[in-house]
């Protein structure tokens, strides 16, 4: 894991220590929004597999299959051509709605 985020009530983030440890507001209607940015050299040095994506589970401990949902991205050079290594991420988030209408 590279960078982990909490999606949660507003009145629940300082259980969890604010949004310096990831927390990101959960609004009435269900819905959320928030950054993500990682250095490739960063994944690459936490996979195993070289693998990425995007991981969504039920808080708590709980285990319920149809939250437990992935979208894969991939690392590519992106536009520039500075050769630093760094460029844009893709992958479809396209799945995650499923997870956030049925919480509604």
Avoid: R
């Amino acid at each position: 894991m590279v960078e982990q985020k909490w999606v949660l009530g507003a009145e629940y983030h300082s259980v969890i220590g604010g949004a310096a440890a990831g927390a990101v507001e959960l609004l009435p209607d269900g819905s959320f929004s928030t950054t993500v940015t990682v250095s490739k050299d960063a994944a690459d040095a936490k996979s195993e597999t070289g693998s990425y994506g995007i991981y969504t589970y039920a808080a708590s401990g709980a285990v319920h299959a149809p939250w437990e949902l992935s979208a894969p991205i991939t690392f590519t050079s992106g536009e520039d051509d500075d050769d630093d290594d760094t460029g844009t991420g893709g992958g479809s988030l396209s799945g995650m709605t499923n997870l956030f209408g049925s919480l509604m």
